[in-house]
């Protein structure tokens, strides 16, 4: 199996920047692709970006799209979430998710078979 751990959540005040950091453990060797994910008081989780491990191809969530960057460091087998402009709607717990026995749509949260607990971002104005 594999281990998601989420870190780097914080209070920052709107305009602000944040990066998210996770770490996987485990039977990393078996990592597809991994995720970002977000769920903000009242509302479902949503998508915010994915990356391809092998290729490193990326997609975002059209909310984030040119704030939010996604990379991986496939040696520490970690991913990041470098998150830029941040406003108050952006407030939620942040997920990181991997898929591990077949490749899916980066989208779809139920392709994905592993996850952190998440970590907590505020966004304060």
């Known amino acids: 199996q594999v281990q998601l751990v989420e870190s780097g959540g914080g209070l920052v005040q709107a305009g602000a920047s944040l990066t ?4 996987a453990s485990g039977r990393t060797f078996t990592i597809l692709a991994m ?3 977000r769920q903000a008081p ?3 989780r949503e998508f915010v970006g994915g990356i391809k491990w092998g290729a490193g191809d990326t997609y975002y969530a059209d909310s984030v799209k040119g704030r939010f960057t996604i990379s991986r460091d496939k040696a520490k087998v970690t991913v990041y979430l470098q998150m830029n402009g941040l406003k ?3 407030t939620a717990v942040y997920y990181c998710a ?13 392709e994905y078979d592993y996850w952190g607990r ?4 505020t966004v304060s104005s």
């Open 98 to 110: 991997a898929m591990g026995w077949r490749i899916g749509a980066l989208v779809k949260e139920s």
């Open 88 to 90: 108050t709607e952006d």
């Open 35 to 37: 995720g970002w994910f």
């Open 42 to 44: 009242g509302k479902e």
């Open 118 to 121: 998440g970590t907590q971002v």
């Open 20 to 23: 998210l950091s996770c770490a």
